[in-house]
């Protein structure tokens, strides 16, 4: 550490306040100054007129979540008919896939159309 000899008459190490320009007590003793970090722009007359209407915003958020759940089944309940449409259609074909030969295709086939079954 290097230690400067003072420039001015009444400088030293020992008094802070000669660095500083102002009396140490009065530097470390004052407040800090508060900023205002929250500001208004909303006229002081028209402040009491911006109340929040909660049931209303209770309204609409039931609503919203309603219409959330209302899509949710709706995607849930298409995709559970694709599947069963698609395990239909793999029975059928495997149906129609077992049949021997032409004429026995075309018995199935016919079986089909009348039951709507895919099975004997």
């Known amino acids: ?24 007590l009065k530097v470390f003793k004052s407040p800090a100054p508060a900023a205002d ?3 208004s722009n909303i006229p002081a007359d028209a402040a009491n007129e911006t109340v929040l209407d909660l049931y209303a915003i ?3 958020a039931r609503r919203d979540r309603s219409i959330a759940l209302a899509r949710m089944l ?8 694709a599947w069963l449409e698609r395990n239909e259609y ?12 032409l004429a026995d295709l075309e018995q ?3 079986h089909f159309e009348r039951t709507g079954m895919a099975h004997y």
């Open 58 to 60: 209770e309204l609409a």
């Open 90 to 101: 793999a029975e059928r074909d495997r149906f129609f896939a077992a049949s021997e030969n």
């Open 1 to 24: 550490m290097r230690l400067y000899a003072p420039l001015y008459e009444g400088d030293s190490i020992l008094r802070p306040d000669a660095a500083l320009g102002e009396p140490a």
């Open 74 to 81: 709706k995607s849930l309940f298409a995709s559970i008919g």
């Open 108 to 110: 199935r086939q016919r």
């Open 37 to 39: 970090l929250v500001r």
